[in-house]
């Protein structure tokens, strides 16, 4: 499949953005779903790699998620019903169907027409139909983003809890406390450990913002390399980065 195609397949919308808010899916569970559906068609079976996945994720981000956050946020894409598993050989790979989104909205009610006779008797039997219809959809609709949202609440929670450890408080209520969520418990266990290293409060005043730019920077890489792991890397990206005609 071309670099095109991938870009056609996939099929991303408001719609798309609007489920993912609605039922608290976290942003590594949403790249993951859109990595998915580039993976293949809509509503066809697919069996992909989630080691794959975590390599691109490394390629991009600059490091891969670790196991348990990566197998977190597949399940979470499970209990959306964004994802039906059909066969699963391991942890990482699975066969399964990305449902598209027409499947995950439920239908649009139709407007209830005006009946030219008033005096029908059989208006009360649909309604009856209708409300017991409803009344089974929202209570199968609410039982699936109560699980999705009970996880990524329950790694927020874990996240503002060993920041609190080091004595740094984020408010979970403030918008710019979303910006830590982003990241997964491990890279803030690491910038947190990090952050003791340079000395804590003593040293750095605004802990909150530092927090931030080193997630986003892996401030802590920076001190696991040695002269020769500079050297091997220097190799690495100057080879990777020459012209193939050199």
């Not at 949403?30 to 996945?53: N, T, V, Y």
């Amino acid at each position: 499949m071309t670099q095109n195609s991938f870009k056609n397949n996939l099929l991303w919308t408001e719609e798309h953005e609007a489920y993912c808010y609605k039922h608290h899916i976290p942003p590594a569970a949403k790249i993951l779903w859109q990595w998915l559906i580039r993976q293949g068609k809509i509503a066809s079976e697919i069996e992909p790699d989630l080691s794959e996945f975590n390599l691109w994720v490394a390629k991009n981000r600059g490091k891969p998620y670790a196991h348990n956050y990566l197998k977190k946020i597949f399940e979470i894409l499970v209990s959306c019903r964004v994802l039906q598993v059909i066969k699963q050989y391991s942890w990482k790979r699975t066969k399964l169907l990305v449902r598209p989104i027409t499947w995950l909205n439920p239908p649009k009610k139709p407007r209830a027409k005006k009946l030219q006779n008033h005096n029908s008797s059989y208006n009360s039997q649909p309604s009856n139909d209708i409300s017991a219809e409803n009344g089974h959809n929202s209570s199968s609709n609410s039982i699936t983003p109560t699980t999705a949202e009970s996880l990524e609440l329950e790694r927020q929670h874990e996240i503002l809890t060993v920041c609190a450890e080091y004595e740094i408080y984020f408010d979970p209520n403030k918008r710019t406390t979303r910006h830590l969520f982003e990241f997964d418990i491990e890279d803030v266990r690491n910038a947190l450990k990090h952050f003791a290293l340079r000395g804590g409060h003593q040293e750095i005043r605004d802990s909150q913002a530092w927090l931030i730019s080193c997630l986003r920077e892996c401030y802590w890489a920076d001190n696991l390399l040695d002269s020769s792991g500079f050297i091997e890397l220097l190799k690495s990206w100057f080879s990777s980065n020459l012209p193939r005609d050199y």
